[in-house]
């Protein structure tokens, strides 16, 4: 069934509407509160009359678009949900919701062997999750390790639309290692998530380094159309293709690594390389491998190693064994 963006609006404005079981909400509220909603996103007066209102609710309440709301009236008057945490928008998936979802997870698998289509190898898993999820009613069988307290993440979908529509940022930024937050005007180019934490990616305004910017230390962001974008064609694979997590470095400091694993951790090691460049230079006789890496040694690179502990070894450069035997003697000390 057909419904046309006026409706949606008005739909999720008395949705809204009733959510606030504070107030009370006759149809005059509610037509105001439409009419309003309306204006904003169409920028003209709209007028709306108590029938449509009434139709509105009628089609809520109905199974139509599968909301099935339990709009009530009481006191003659005032208009409620029966349930207060019902939402249109929490509503479950319905049978033919389902039936499509299901021919669609089919299709989609058709092309899990084409490398166009090789990253939907995630997204149909978890459209079959949440398929086998509505069907039985039971747990999802798929956990994403994900972080409901993670700050920063109501600015993805600011930045998002930035770096889309090319859009110069003022951003107020606090890093943990400043008293103050400052503001600064920014350049931003791509977005970077690494170990669940997400980073701005850009340059501030009149410098050439890049620059990242952790979006759990963003205070604020807003636009600046004032200012023009200066867009310098910054490939992200290119900036990133040496370096482990965000930290990088200028080519030159590009360092080949040599790590010994011992033969328990080998397996993990080959199944999931720390990076493309991960190569296989020896297997030792007894199950332990030695694999080389060319990428730069930052913070990211030593804090992957010593989540190894005493099963990985660093054999080259010196200086990253150097860092990483005098950190393993600092955190011996702690239990001494």
């Known amino acids: 069934m057909a419904v046309n963006k006026n409706a949606l609006i008005r739909y999720k404005t008395i949705d809204k509407c009733l959510q606030n079981i504070y107030r009370e909400w006759t149809l005059d509220d509610l037509i105001e ?3 309003s909603a309306l204006y904003e996103y169409e920028g003209k007066e709209v007028n709306i009359s108590k029938r449509t209102i009434q139709l509105d609710i009628q089609m809520m309440r109905s199974d139509k678009l599968g909301y099935n709301a339990p709009i009530v009236v009481y006191d003659k008057k005032f208009y409620k949900y029966e349930d207060p945490d019902y939402s249109i928008t929490d509503i479950p998936l319905n049978e033919n919701d389902m039936s499509v ?10 092309f899990k ?24 009613k039971q747990s999802a069988i798929i956990h994403l ?12 979908d600011t930045l998002y639309q930035a770096i889309l529509k090319k859009i110069v940022l003022r951003i107020t930024y606090k ?23 997400w ?50 470095f200028p080519e030159k400091h590009v360092q080949e690594v040599h790590l010994k694993v011992d033969k328990h951790n080998a397996p993990y090691v080959l199944t999931k390389p720390f990076h493309h460049t991960q190569e296989i230079l020896e297997k030792l006789g007894d199950g332990s491998i030695i694999i080389k890496l060319n990428v730069h040694i930052n913070f990211e690179l030593e804090r992957l190693i010593l989540g190894y502990g005493e099963t990985m070894k660093v054999i080259k450069p010196r200086i990253l064994r150097r860092n990483i035997k005098t950190k393993l003697e600092k955190a011996a000390k702690l239990y001494q």
Do not use: W
């Open 199 to 248: 980073f701005l990616v850009g340059v501030i305004s009149g410098k050439d380094t890049v620059v990242n910017f952790a979006l759990d230390r963003i205070m604020n962001v807003s636009y600046d159309l004032k200012i023009p974008y200066l867009d310098n064609d910054f490939n992200g694979e290119e900036y990133y293709k040496n370096t482990i997590g965000v930290t990088v």
């Open 33 to 35: 509160m439409c009419s």
């Open 145 to 156: 390790d994900k972080n409901e307290e993670l700050k920063g993440l109501e600015h993805l």
């Open 175 to 197: 890093s943990f290692k400043a008293r103050t937050a400052s503001e600064v005007v920014f350049q931003p180019y791509i977005l970077k998530e690494f170990n669940n934490r």
């Open 113 to 136: 062997d084409f490398s166009l289509f090789s990253e939907l190898g995630g997204i149909i898993q978890r459209l079959e999750d949440k398929v086998y999820t509505e069907k039985t």
């Open 101 to 110: 979802l299901t021919e669609t997870v089919e299709m989609l698998k058709q």
